[in-house]
């Protein structure tokens, strides 16, 4: 399965944008990327998909690079509710393989 | 829109004990998986299945067994519960087709003594 590297922790203040890097140095040309988010013990959410073009939508924002060896997920205005574990996720097949995330923390 | 549903939230066991998590999709997805989280880590995946009628091995599949006689429904059986299956699962489901990602439910604490 194709791996992904994130930073174990990042801290954002409230009301600035978060950029959460990834890496996937090994991600093959038709695999997509997927990010979703953990609040607490919650159930996994969705947040954004790409293949290789940026996407938008009304949570976040996905900026794949050129290479697609990595990405960033963008949250334009981080609030106190989005202090979650965030996960970034190549999916090949119908596998979708969780690391350990990204544990974000907006401070007021 | 229930989307996927598990039952029970939380449940205590003895060690030994047997039971079974419930997971129901009403999205009529192909896919669907069973996850294990423990404290401080991503989910491991258990098992999985891509249809009725079958079912695949994980990363972490021992100990477990998994049934899905019905599209909308995916058993995940303890025979014989251990210490070590202390966790919280989660359950998820994914269309058969195209790229859609995959939708969870909100997960089953289970604490085995």
């Known amino acids: 399965d194709a791996k992904t590297t994130q930073p174990p922790s990042m801290d954002c203040a409230e009301g600035r944008a978060a950029n959460l890097p990834c890496n996937h140095s090994?991600?093959?040309?038709?695999?997509?990327v997927y990010w979703y988010r953990q609040i607490h013990s919650q159930g996994p959410q969705y947040i954004i998909h790409g293949l290789k073009n940026n996407e938008t939508n009304e949570m976040a924002s996905l900026i794949i690079t050129e290479d697609r060896k990595s990405s960033t997920l963008i949250l334009p205005h981080a609030t106190l509710r989005d202090t979650a574990v965030y996960y970034c996720?190549?999916?090949?097949?119908?596998?979708?393989?969780f690391g350990p995330g990204t544990r974000l923390s907006v401070l007021p | 829109n229930a989307g996927v549903t598990q039952t029970p939230k939380f449940r205590v066991l003895k060690t030994g004990q047997s039971m079974t998590l419930l997971c129901a999709q009403d999205?009529?997805?192909?896919?669907m998986y069973w996850y294990r989280q423990d404290p401080g880590m991503g989910l491991r995946l258990i098992h999985y299945?891509?249809?009725?009628?079958?079912?695949a091995k994980g990363e972490v599949p021992d100990g477990y067994n998994v049934s899905r006689l019905k599209k909308q429904n995916f058993l995940l059986g303890l025979e014989s519960a251990a210490p070590s299956q202390t966790s919280v699962y989660f359950c998820a489901s994914l269309a058969g087709q195209g790229n859609q990602p995959q939708h969870f439910g909100d997960g089953t604490r289970l604490s085995i003594l």
């Open positions: 299945s891509v249809g009725e009628g079958t079912t």
């Open positions: 090994t991600i093959s040309g038709n695999e997509y």
């Open positions: 999205m009529n997805h192909e896919y």
């Open positions: 996720i190549v999916r090949r097949g119908q596998n979708f393989v």
